[in-house]
């Protein structure tokens, strides 16, 4: 079986052949950047990173010996900032933290951070990792803030990007830095390391409340769109995340299953918790109380179309026309097009109304029903106060809940003064009162 170039095979202790990247000693001693690396036992995953080590290893090999290197999209110069981003968007860090949702905000990101000129007219992207100092970040940022587009305003900074950015490439200087260490600069290998950011008045994201959710419910219902309405309803009710909804984690065989016919349980993909909501509840007199009687009702209107509840029908030219079976999950930037349009016709519903606001408005809800942050946290399952109390918003209930309750406390303590001042006359009055009646008459000595 023929290897990859710089793979040798090892047999195990457990009789498996495990695979090695293995630079030549010869181009360690030239302080090669590409390290040795095992490669695990699966000879594709093992081909597929061998390839990547390979192209790493002729990027420097050709840099070494004072040669042009490719330009391409996929093969930017070895050492570079666009090289920098590349090894990013190859590492764990990004493939496991950052959602297949954001990575489009990233790659644009990372575009305008690449594409901004110098003065002398060249890319900041084609310029090498170990010549931006800190000084050249705090003109970056400069720049940030000014924007280049077409819809950027003049005068007007960009201060929500330029933290954006300046986050962006904190973490991907940490996190290639680790990956390869001689590339950058040895006395300041991350120069985005204390760039000071203005000042800002951070906008608080919107929030609908449950009349808001239940009116487009209904009335995307009534367009046609059952899938659009739950996936509201979900996402207010049992604070499910937009995109996980939509990605297929909310599953009828989580709704009133077999095992749990009084729960919905309701998967977090971000957080790998599994919240168990209760639906119902039974009474001492054998009445039953349901808790979301409401959402079941826009649930009963949802067509089974597969294992997960948010599916759409494929084949159809209509949404009149009658289902043949055939459904696919839908891609969440679609359906957020769909909320949208369907916003704009359903009356009474607020034009800042969104998937992301359905949640944010179930989460107010809970602090608005003066709930204990472990409470809250035990429906919405944040690990944290700090990201729990992110989403809840401060209402005109909220506050006058909490005037009311500061309100009553001042009021609690003028009383308390006022009965303490009280008794302490009354103590005052009776000891004076006690010492005239039982004092004795004295005997005279002149008697």
């Known amino acids: 079986m023929e290897l990859p170039r710089h793979v040798i095979p090892k047999r195990l202790r457990s009789g498996k052949v495990g695979y090695y990247y293995n630079v030549p000693t010869k181009y360690r001693k030239l302080n090669c950047s590409v390290k040795n690396e095992p490669l695990g036992t699966d000879f594709a995953k093992m081909v597929e990173r061998a390839k990547t080590l390979n192209d790493h290893f002729d ?7 004072g040669l042009p290197v490719s330009q391409g999209a996929l093969m930017p110069k070895y050492g570079t900032i666009d090289w920098l981003f590349r090894e990013y968007k190859r590492s764990d860090a990004y493939l496991n933290k950052v959602a297949v949702r954001s ?16 003065k002398k007219g060249e890319r900041t992207g084609s310029r090498p990792v170990k010549l931006l100092s800190p000084r050249a970040a705090d003109k970056l940022y400069a720049k940030f803030l000014e924007g280049t587009g077409k819809k950027d305003l003049k005068g007007k900074e960009r201060l929500r990007t330029g933290e954006k950015l300046i986050g962006l490439c904190r973490k991907a200087w940490k996190v290639v830095h680790r990956l390869f260490p001689d590339e950058f600069d040895q006395q300041v290998p991350n120069p985005w390391t204390g760039v000071t950011l203005k000042v800002r008045a951070k906008a608080v994201k919107p929030a609908v409340t449950r009349e808001d959710v239940y009116t487009f419910a209904w009335g995307a219902i009534d367009a046609g769109y059952p899938e659009v309405a739950a996936t509201a309803v979900i996402c207010f009710e049992w604070l499910q995340r937009p995109e996980n909804v939509v990605a297929g984690h909310m599953k009828w065989s989580d709704y009133r299953a077999p095992s749990a016919p009084t729960v919905i349980r309701v ?37 089974k179309l597969g294992v997960p509840m948010i599916l759409r029908e494929v084949g159809k030219k209509s949404k009149k026309e009658k289902a043949d079976g055939i459904a696919k999950p839908w891609i969440y930037s679609s359906l957020t097009h769909v909320v949208t349009r369907l916003r704009k016709k359903i009356d009474d519903v607020p034009a800042h109304f969104t998937l992301d606001a359905c949640r944010h408005g179930g989460l107010t809800e809970l602090e608005e029903a003066e709930l204990t942050d472990g409470q809250g946290r035990a429906l919405s399952t944040h690990k944290t106060q700090r990201s729990y109390e992110g989403y809840a918003k401060r209402t005109a209930k909220r ?8 309100h009553a406390h001042v009021l ?7 009965i303490a001042a009280n008794e302490a006359v009354t103590n005052v009055q009776n000891g004076a009162s006690d010492g005239v009646q039982n004092e004795k008459p004295g005997i005279s000595k002149s008697a």
């Open 59 to 65: 990027e420097w090999d050709t840099a070494r010996k």
């Open 412 to 418: 609690a303590e003028a009383v308390a003064v006022e």
């Open 399 to 406: 506050m006058l809940s909490a005037t009311r309750k500061r």
């Open 267 to 303: 998967a977090h993909h971000k957080t790998g918790t599994m919240a168990p909501h209760p639906l119902e509840e039974v009474q001492e007199d054998g009445s039953i109380v349901k808790f979301y009687a409401d959402a079941e009702e826009v649930l009963a209107k949802l067509p």
């Open 103 to 118: 990575r489009g905000d990233y790659e644009w990101a990372m575009n305008q951070i690449c594409d901004i000129l110098t």
